[in-house]
């Protein structure tokens, strides 16, 4: 009783004196020093919560850190993804473009290809039919050859020279010169065709001897007939555009024998 009366303590001070006798002293000291225990028990729980709500709020700012910089990688790996299918949309458009013209391409070269086979089918007939005529004409005429030498028919750049094109022969040469030019025999001789020949359009074939004839295509009209007999330099035909033609020329043949050669080894 004296150790606690020495603490100068005013609350024990009070109990001691405010209590009726000693025992009553000692419970209500005894009250207080739970009271005191329990206020030091709560003041520690206080202290570990502030403490671990402290820890908790640190906690979150890491974690409120961490899911922010995990929702920027999210975001820029969506941007990616999104960036990726948008060229992978713009490839397969691209691509559907890319094959359509290839198509359209291939649909064209095949129609050129299987006109260009017409083509040479006709101009292959039309040659034999050439060939035929020029043998029976000139099997009934004179086979004296023809002393003068070739003139051009017409006078203007040759724009397709003679041989073997596409898989065919260009069977003479194009001559570019404008439409309704007079054309003029390349020699004198015999008329031996002239008329619609496939391919050839307006044709006409000049028989000069010695198994030799030269032969206008394309012509717009005729200035001569079969059987006729003309002379070098005279006009026989108009230049025109009939037959396979892609614009106004005269196509100039020579043949031996019905075999076309190269018109510029005599010209």
């Known amino acids: 009783m004296i150790d606690l009366y020495e603490t100068h303590d005013p609350t024990l001070v009070e109990v001691i004196i405010e209590s009726e006798s000693f025992q009553a002293a000692l419970d209500r000291i005894h009250y207080l020093d739970s009271i005191a225990q329990q206020d030091k028990h709560i003041a520690a729980k206080v202290a570990d919560a502030r403490d671990a709500m402290h820890k908790t709020r640190e906690q979150t700012k890491v974690v409120r850190s961490r899911v922010h910089a995990e929702t920027q990688v999210v975001a820029v790996r969506t941007q990616q993804q999104r960036d990726v299918r948008d060229q992978l949309l713009a490839s397969k458009s691209q691509l559907r473009g890319k094959r359509a013209r290839q198509q359209t391409a291939l649909k064209l070269t095949r129609k050129q290809e299987h006109t260009l086979q017409t083509e040479a089918q006709a101009i ?21 050859p023809s002393a003068a030498g070739l003139i051009w028919p017409v006078s203007g750049p040759v724009v397709s020279p003679f041989g073997y094109r596409w898989g065919r022969l260009h069977a ?34 000049i028989d000069h ?49 019905g075999t076309p050669v190269d018109p510029l080894g005599y010209l």
Do not use: K
Not at 124 to 137: E, F, I, K, W
Not at 178 to 195: E, K
Not at 236 to 248: N, R, W
């Open 124 to 144: 292959a007939a039309a040659d034999a039919q050439v060939r035929g005529r020029l043998a029976a004409a000139q099997s009934a005429t004179d086979s004296t």
């Open 172 to 205: 003479g040469i194009d001559i570019a010169v404008s439409y309704g030019t007079p054309i003029h025999a390349a020699a004198a001789g015999t008329v031996v065709l002239a008329g619609w020949v496939s391919g050839y359009g307006n044709y006409t074939c």
């Open 209 to 257: 001897g010695g198994g030799m004839a030269t032969c206008y295509a394309h012509q717009s009209s005729y200035a001569v007939s079969e059987g006729a007999s003309v002379g070098q330099g005279q006009v026989i035909g108009y230049v025109g555009c009939t037959g396979h033609c892609f614009g106004p020329h005269l196509h100039f043949e020579v043949r031996i024998n």
